[in-house]
């Protein structure tokens, strides 16, 4: 056991949740932990037994939104520290000497073959398709001459590092496809505000009137803070309610987002923070008119004035 | 000259701003002051000659709204102490021994005039109407023997006062014509919340988008805060824009307030603070779930501990 | 009795509200008719009595918007068909060889009086201030010698058709001040689009909800319709309800009002329409992206396609 | 080929679409077309091969919202006629003799597998999962003594049509897990409505300010329609752009609904409708008060009125 930083992600290496991890922190510095899925990671994170965990949070390769999202918001605290977006992209690799005409079976994430559904109908219609516990496992067993089949799908560059050969690259039904991993940990520090944050919230609503989505929006745009993604999701614990996730444009270190949570605090009865942290696109988010940290600061102190008697 | 705080009104003793002030303070504890007129008595105020002053601020019946609010709204800060409400109704007095058949003229403020002009038109038609400096004034003048007029609308009691004969009492063209007095000060010191607060601002918008009254209005409704009044004005300086004078139910040290005004601050080019202060119907000002004191602070709390780690 | 369309108005002649009828019509088609006051140019107006009536409405020279407003509001249905705002100005007129040193009394309409309060105190400080039934009537009886007063506050230009000399024009205590005068008729025809029209509205809101004035403001929001003006009055049935008097930047006859009034109708308990006129202004009222006519014609094509199976 | 009408939909016989399907329409009044996948039901649908087409359409089994939607959303109008909730749970068949010890590998589809995750972790760990093109084809392919693997996760009820034996029912990770299923058809005619209607939009806004979203959902709000769900979705089209999918809980035959649509399509740069359908719940969707079909005819025909001068 080393001093670096643990780090669970979900195995074993190869999976794009390692290049995700490695496309977020420096070789060498950390201690990769893998973990056999997505609950797993983050019970670790929970548990103390690792520091860090890094999992897919948007468009499904690896495990999707719904899982990561619901395991975030329910149970211990944790937060949302950074997020990094890799698009998704396969190489159909083999042993050396493998021609395409002797696939009778080949592996990989159920995610993964799902992604790559109409290019394996296309191409190997007449293949059996094993599912394995991820992509790099697939690669693993077929470069050990274990489980059966003669091809996977695996990431870019692991067929290459354990030796096999690359028959196609660029494998992929959709070519905009791209999953958005996040790196998570306890609330103990939030990463300090870059210009370019995101704030990812769970929000149950007050009662389904028409103006209540309205009103929570509000809270929001009152304060001239954007929303990048919004999810109504059903509450399994109250059939026919509602909670929403919502990414929102503004770390809670600037005064417009933290007085929009106040806000969201107050008027809804649920609201869970999951983090403020450096938005993948790196694009500076725009701070409308009136909405800057020093138009709040002259804001307060004209309003502290006020209350003082000086005006 | 007495220690005693000095109170501008409009002049002389007998008129309706009299009876608001004596309604405020109790007589012998302040020194009052008689005015010509509202942007004298606000006047006397800035330069520090007086300490308060008591005008109309609603209603017209001895200087209107008008003149008042924006009086106030230019120059030096001046706020909004308290309010009363006083009826409008006259005294038709005349001297001992005058019968209705004797009055060639009568005389009262031209406002007084005008909010008895169907009565007059029918109780007085051949009467000449003479337009005094206010309505004590035409009183005083008539128990005096001059001015040339045999009768003159006068506050109730104070033809009693000066011996004069009351022919009619609670002359008015309309019972429910009322009119809000307002008790002015220096900036020094704002009155401590009652939980029946009224704050009245002057706000001029960004734009005349279709949205920018919409997004004004939203900076109260997000903090649950009610308005009692809404006036748009045209601005003299800007033609072809707006200012509005607004009444909110909330009192500045309220957070729902306080949260309000730095939303608007921050948003619109222009907001003047014309004062918190008690209003005079006395009712408590209903506070909405999630915006009350308490709330604001469990909020705040909350956000504090989880920019700080604790969730 | 001609066959000319008969114009109430507050006469007699030479008062600013026949300026302002002068400036809506030609002489010598229609038949002025001078009334008392603006109730009774109304009531003229209902009972058939006449065809339309000129009544000031807003900034208080001949009688104001509170009387005006509510005298329409209530009763059998009126309309306002046009506008034209005259500025607030008078001329100190006497008999042929009065100075100003003979001037012991001025006569003018109380609202006349007021507007000249501070020039009056100023310039002629002992003279006595007699309150006339209009301005005109003051000049009219100057002329013919009657009144016991030497000098009137006047109307421009009505001093030289009377024969009288005009010691001071420009007289006003605001050079900024001005009066707006309506048209009003029966509502058996609206005036045609302009393309610069308002739309007069009187709202009672369902309650008094921090969200009941912003709900109403979003019908107008919700089709790009701006206001003009917005007021709210202490509904005198209802203690401590109010109503909204407001003027609208669009004509019924566009798409984006008449939707916007379906929708106030809809959820509002009292909507009174109160015409939809041409504004004094003349500038094009400007339409935002998505709310003109054929915005509104396609999309209705639309849903009605979509209706019936066309996409 | 029978007159019947047919349906496409995830083949082959004994799918959960198929139970879907079922659940929708009486057997023998349909002709079901099993297809290969989600696009190629659509695409059936379109070219006039099929009449209809059940997809899922929410909540991953065999397909899940986001290749529903956008495929429904793009290319020529689609709508949905109908959907049916269906509970996410499998039966673990085998041939008749075998016991749980000599399962080596089990098969299912994709998102079978990916739903039974933990459930496979903890019984079968050692087994290997082979991805079938559908759960159906699995246990078929286990009847039929094909395809390498001795067990196969189905849906309930399949198995025992086809002979196998049923080791355990009730099988998922998650027992609230539910997937939604749509009945899909061409535009030329919408369902009646039932008073429990949902309508389905694409929507994108014309900006991303923080008063877009805001904006569109007044639309909603102004006419008093609910929300069920809402999801933004980055435009692959237009990365850092976003378009919004939304049930809302109206019929596109209620005034309510189609004057939001008016509003959505005169002010968004997209909207794509996809159909008003019975909701699956059966629940009648409140009317708020103003915002009946009746109340929408008494505004009209009042605004109408008013245009024509009778008030």
């Not at 420096?26 to 056999?36: A, F, H, L, S, T």
């Not at 007449?126 to 274990?146: P, R």
């Not at 992929?172 to 704030?199: C, E, L, M, W, Y």
């Not at 020093?294 to 003082?308: C, H, I, P, Y």
């Amino acid at each position: 056991m080393t001093d670096l930083p643990r780090y669970a992600y979900l195995g074993p290496s190869g999976t794009f949740t390692e290049a995700a991890l490695l496309a977020m922190v420096d070789v060498g510095e950390v201690e990769p932990v893998p973990m056999i899925d997505v609950p797993a990671a983050l019970a670790a994170v929970r548990s103390g037994d690792v520091d860090h965990a890094v999992v897919a949070i948007e468009n499904t390769v690896e495990g999707g939104v719904t899982a990561t999202l619901d395991t975030l918001a329910q149970g211990d605290p944790l937060v949302i520290l950074g997020e990094v977006v890799l698009p998704v992209s396969f190489e159909l690799v083999v042993r050396r000497g493998t021609v395409i005409e002797d696939i009778t079976a080949v592996s990989a994430h159920s995610h993964g073959l799902n992604q790559c559904r109409r290019w394996l109908a296309a191409t190997l219609p007449g293949a059996v398709q094993i599912a394995a516990s991820s992509n790099a496992a697939a690669a693993q067993e077929l470069a050990a001459g274990v489980g059966g089949f003669e091809a996977a799908l695996a990431p870019p560059g692991l067929g290459e590092r354990l030796g096999l050969e690359v028959l196609t690259a660029g494998v992929a039904d959709n070519p905009h496809a791209a999953t958005r991993f996040v790196k998570i940990g306890r609330p103990s520090q939030v990463p300090a505000p870059t210009g370019a944050d995101k704030t990812t919230l769970a929000i149950c609503l007050p009662d389904d009137r028409a103006g209540a989505l309205l009103a929570m929006l509000e809270q929001f745009a009152a304060r001239g803070v954007n929303l990048s993604r919004i999810e109504s999701r059903p509450r399994s614990d109250r059939p026919g309610e509602y909670s929403f996730s919502v990414d929102a444009l503004a770390h809670i270190d600037e005064p417009r987002m933290a007085e929009a949570l106040v806000g969201l605090k107050r008027t809804n009865p649920v609201v869970v923070f999951l983090g403020s942290y450096p938005a993948a696109s790196g694009y500076p988010t725009p701070v409308a008119s009136g909405t800057s940290a020093e138009d709040f600061a002259e804001a307060r102190a004209w309003v502290q004035g006020l209350r003082s008697g000086r005006h």
